[in-house]
């Protein structure tokens, strides 16, 4: 079956250091792959996607590549700020849009200090 | 952008009531509308896929004489959760999927079963 491994969390950084959220996956198929935001008392939203092997999803300076020779997606961001802090998931479809069936990772909370 | 409101934000109820979750996207049409579960730390789990105007597709190991979802029209889903007991405790979330097939999420509903 589909599944999707993420780093446990919290990851705690100071503003400006460099983010690196681990993200694996294992799928039958060739599925795409996403990453949502969750901010505090608000709903997931879409912050990126890749749907092919080597592309890179990029959104408000976070950016993730589709790996498929490691089976990674992992997600970056060069200088976070404290507006960075909320809980990110790594997800998976078989349907490029994300509209299908989605399979999460547990998800990982970040938190960004002055 | 599209918005996706759940109702309540919150509920504590008895256990062997039934509590009704709504599930509305506010400025788009949803045919399809999704309904996940998430146990603290956990990853959303998928219970289940709401057309409108059909039957709900259930995901394997959900219940669906105790997880009834309605999907009346294109706006609206509900969840009601039936004979509650303390273990249906979670947070629920919804997602409704626009025309385009990308899918919005609500900010959840904390279910509490005393």
């Known amino acids: 079956g589909n599944s999707v491994t993420q780093m446990e969390g919290p990851v705690t950084l100071s503003e400006e250091a460099f983010l690196t959220i681990n993200c694996t996956y294992t799928?039958?198929?060739?599925?795409?792959l996403f990453w949502y935001v969750q901010y505090p008392g608000e709903g997931l939203q879409l912050l990126l996607k890749?749907?092919?092997?080597?592309d890179k999803g990029s959104n408000k300076g976070f950016e993730a590549t589709y790996r498929k020779e490691t089976t990674s997606f992992h997600l970056e961001k060069g200088s976070v700020q404290v507006s960075d802090s909320a809980v990110y998931f790594c997800?998976?479809?078989?349907?490029?849009?994300?509209?299908?069936?989605?399979?999460f990772g547990t998800g990982t909370q970040l938190k960004v200090e002055l | 952008g599209a918005v996706v409101s759940q109702h309540p934000s919150w509920v504590i109820c008895k256990s062997g009531t039934s509590v009704k979750i709504e599930c509305r996207s506010l400025?788009?049409?949803?045919?399809?509308m999704f309904w996940y579960r998430q146990f603290p730390k956990q990853s959303l789990m998928l219970m289940a896929t709401?057309?409108?105007?059909?039957?709900?597709?259930?995901e394997q190991g959900v219940e669906k004489d105790k997880f009834l979802i309605n999907h009346a029209s294109l706006t609206l889903s509900t969840l009601t959760v039936t004979s509650a007991h303390p273990e249906d405790s979670s947070f629920y979330i919804c997602?409704?999927?626009?025309?385009?097939?990308?899918?919005?999420f609500g900010p959840g509903t904390r279910l509490t079963v005393l």
């Open positions: 709401s057309n409108e105007g059909s039957k709900a597709t259930y």
């Open positions: 997800a998976l479809s078989l349907s490029t849009g994300g509209g299908n069936k989605l399979t």
């Open positions: 400025d788009f049409q949803a045919t399809t």
């Open positions: 997602s409704a999927r626009n025309p385009p097939g990308t899918q919005y």
């Open positions: 799928a039958t198929g060739y599925p795409s």
């Open positions: 890749a749907t092919k092997a080597d």
